[in-house]
């Protein structure tokens, strides 16, 4: 719901579905049909303090198409502006990515639970994400480099369908050097590609994990969530230490419009962000 | 005679000329009475002028995709069950502008607040189940963190006369959900039809104010055991009956593979008539429109429904794309975790559904069979 976390946040308790205007400061392309849009808000407060947690998400606005529910893929403890990493797939997500810098987008948030990264504080973090589900997890990324000997082992598992598809690769290096081992897997490869071709949860065949103090955070496709939580499981990873991000349709972010819901929640307020246990009586259950 | 002290929390004798003159009061203290009238051969909800447009002398008969009005020539105003209508569609409308968006002289967009309608409503003639519908809607439209302005601008000022149900329609177990036939509090004025009098309990303070200076009678001990009798009975009289819905949470979604699913699958044809009927059924959709200059931009608010084939659409596909999955949302949902997400059960035994389903696809029923699945 609305977690104000004590500071300013787009979301005005009397016109909820109000939203703030932002300009696109900076545009970065990440892959095909990928691109990052820095967001910085016009009001001066909201500039100065809007706050998200790694994992929340936005509702970006293009008045007279509609709007769309992003994760924010940005660091939190960066200032001044926000990043959302879209691909382009709906009307409203190809119109955003065919704007410019100094286009004017709306937005209101921030939304949903986040990961739980202070529990995750002594332990290894096994991250586990395919295409478009590694924007939600890279504001941990960014955590993780910050405050690196707050945590053990950190692993990045990331698959991509080709090689072109793979998100974020100039930052790989950076994500080593912070001492954050990173492997990645393409379902098809390309005539340059030397890497490992496969779905996400064949990384896990090279990955030691310490069941006993290990998270996991998955996002990506649905089916490939699916594995991973029984890659998981088989190596013995208690359910409440997997979490996952879903998708789903959002039309409000409030818990009010009903299209998110799984079962008693609503992904938009109780999740994005679920440890498994919650989710268990579900996963399984064909298209519910 | 002498005077009468109303306080709130007391009960008086209405003579039934005073129907008019409570009537009166309302609209003279600057309410839109909305009230129960005959349209095109069922009962509807729209502003009400003088009692005699109420449906005095009609009852319906009701079962599974069943309706008809039938005049019955009794003298009573308040004894025909609801049709397809709620009071949903006065706090929760149909369709509803969220934002107006205009561009300025720089190319930017400025909102155009759109000011609220604050017309204070009274609804008059709100049968238990609706009155308990109002408050589960309540629940889920005006929270602590923040109330949707819309239901707000209209709830916040309205007056309820809710009225006890001494003759349940045929597809009601308002009984079974313990909304009725008497209301539970939350009303300003509460009616209950005898032959000669209405009985009123007056529920707030704005019901004590309407009903100043009309003349009552002190209640006698005949008449409110008529009362007493009359809304026992009625328990009694209902269509349906709808046996242990607390324990339907744990049953509808322990068994959410149940064969019963496909079953009704094969009957339900996804037209979305149960979730427009029913009075507590929130889902909405955000839709909206450009103008073709590219200068104005509105944003709408509609009512959706779980049976809509883009209610589940993300990139990639529904997740819910066949009616099983769809009808078996809207069940258990409605009958399970809406006590999670609300801490009620979402249905208050109105009917409605049963009534409005063409395909006469009746929830007791369903429910029933999976309880009898899950058993043998």
């Known amino acids: 719901m609305i977690q104000t976390l004590g500071q300013p946040h787009a979301i005005s308790p009397s016109a909820p579905m109000q939203p703030y205007w932002t300009e696109i400061v900076e545009i970065v392309r990440e892959a095909p049909g990928v691109s990052t849009f820095w967001l910085q808000f016009l009001d001066k407060n909201l500039r100065e303090g809007f706050h998200f947690k790694a994992g929340q998400f936005n509702m970006l606005s293009v008045p007279g198409l509609g709007e769309v529910a992003i994760s924010i893929s940005s660091d939190m403890e960066a200032k001044h502006r926000i990043g959302h990493t879209i691909r382009s797939a709906g009307n409203v997500t190809s119109t955003i990515n065919r704007m410019n810098v100094g286009d004017v987008l709306g937005v209101r948030g921030p939304f949903g639970s986040w990961w739980a990264l202070d529990d995750c504080v002594g332990r290894d973090i096994v991250i586990a994400a395919g295409g478009i589900g590694l924007p939600p997890i890279r504001p941990v990324l960014y955590y993780v480099m910050h405050h690196r000997h707050d945590f053990g082992k950190v692993i990045v598992l990331y698959g991509a369908r080709t090689p072109n598809d793979l998100q974020f690769t100039r930052e790989y290096k950076t994500w080593q050097d912070a001492g954050i081992e990173i492997n990645v897997t393409v379902d098809r490869g390309d005539d340059s590609w030397e890497g490992r071709v496969g779905v996400v949860p064949i990384l896990f065949y090279n990955t030691r994990i310490d069941h006993r103090n290990t998270v996991i955070l998955t996002c990506g496709p649905e089916i490939m969530i699916r594995f991973v939580i029984f890659e998981a499981l088989a190596r013995r990873v208690p359910p409440d230490r997997i979490l996952v991000s879903l998708e789903r349709n959002m039309k409000c972010g409030l818990g009010s419009c009903g299209h998110c819901q799984v079962g008693p929640y609503f992904v938009c307020k109780d999740g994005p962000v679920f440890s498994f246990d919650k989710l268990q009586p579900y996963v399984n259950v064909e298209e519910f | ?376």
């Not at chain 2, 005959?38 to 109420?54: E, F, N, T």
């Not at chain 2, 939350?186 to 004590?208: K, M, N, Q, Y």
């Not at chain 2, 003349?215 to 008449?223: K, N």
């Not at chain 2, 249905?347 to 929830?363: E, K, N, Q, Y």
Request: proline share 6%; net charge negative; aromatic share 10%.
């Open chain 2, 1 to 376: 005679m002498a005077e009468i002290q109303l306080s709130v929390g007391s009960k008086v004798a209405l003579p039934k000329a005073g129907l008019e003159k409570l009537l009166a009061n309302l609209h003279r203290m600057g309410y839109q009475v909305l009230g129960p009238q005959i349209q095109d051969g069922a009962i509807v909800y729209k502003p009400l002028i003088s009692v005699a447009d109420l449906p005095k002398g009609y009852i319906s008969e009701q079962d599974a995709a069943t309706y008809r009005l039938v005049y019955s020539g009794h003298r009573r105003y308040f004894d025909v069950t609801p049709g397809a209508q709620s009071w949903k569609q006065f706090f929760f409308p149909p369709f509803s502008e969220l934002a107006n968006y205009k561009r300025d002289e720089h190319g930017l967009w400025q909102v155009e607040e759109t000011e609220p309608d604050l017309t204070p409503l009274a609804l008059f003639g709100v049968f238990p189940c609706d009155l308990a519908a109002i408050q589960v809607q309540d629940r889920i439209f005006l929270r602590e963190e923040w109330k949707d302005p819309i239901y707000w601008s209209r709830r916040q000022s309205a007056f309820i006369l809710a009225v006890n149900c001494m003759h349940p329609c045929g597809t009601g177990f308002c009984a079974s959900m313990g909304t009725g036939p008497r209301a539970n509090p939350g009303f300003d004025l509460s009616l209950t039809e005898l032959d000669e009098v209405f009985l009123v309990e007056i529920g707030s303070e704005a019901g004590r104010l309407v009903m100043e200076g009309i003349s009552v009678l002190p209640t006698s001990a005949f008449w409110l055991q008529a009362e007493d009798k009359g809304l026992e009975e009625a328990g009694t009289k209902m269509g349906r009956i709808l046996p242990n819905q607390e324990t339907l949470p744990d049953l509808l979604l322990n068994n959410l593979d149940a064969h019963q699913w496909d079953d009704v699958a094969r009957r339900c044809m996804s037209c979305s008539s149960c979730t427009q009927v029913c009075p507590t059924c929130f889902c909405w959709d955000a839709r909206d429109t450009a103008n073709l200059n590219g200068l104005t931009a509105n944003r709408e608010r509609v009512w959706d429904s779980c049976f809509n084939p883009d209610y589940s659409y993300i990139v990639g596909g529904n997740t819910r794309p066949n009616t099983r999955s769809r009808y078996r949302q809207w069940l258990t949902h409605k009958f399970g975790s809406w006590y999670a997400q609300f801490g009620s059960s979402g249905c208050v035994g109105c009917g409605r559904c049963i009534t409005w389903c063409p395909a006469r696809i009746d929830v007791t029923v369903e429910l029933q069979a999976i309880r009898e699945e899950v058993q043998a």
